[in-house]
């Protein structure tokens, strides 16, 4: 099931976004779907993500992790 949220939200940014050769549809899908957009994201220096990493787990969120980093370079998105 694709909803019409998600398709005209890769219609508004995906050209920003670089995805791995051979990406599913639904990994992708996955991505612009309203739904899944809900989660917390703390952006933090490098140097600091282990302390961070380790409060939120000592307060009960197990799954916290790291998804990306900022890098210098042309604004965009990669997801491998």
């Known amino acids: 099931m694709r909803t019409g949220a998600s398709t005209r939200n890769w219609a508004s940014y995906g050209e920003g976004v670089q995805l791995r050769d051979g990406i ?13 957009s809900g989660g917390l994201l703390i952006a933090v220096a490098d140097e600091d993500a282990q302390a961070i990493l380790d409060l939120a787990r ?3 969120f197990d799954d916290v992790t790291v998804i990306g980093r900022v890098v210098d370079g042309p604004i965009g998105v990669v997801v491998s």
């Open 58 to 60: 000592a307060e009960g």
């Open 24 to 36: 599913e549809d639904w990994r992708r899908d996955l991505l612009t779907d309203p739904q899944t």
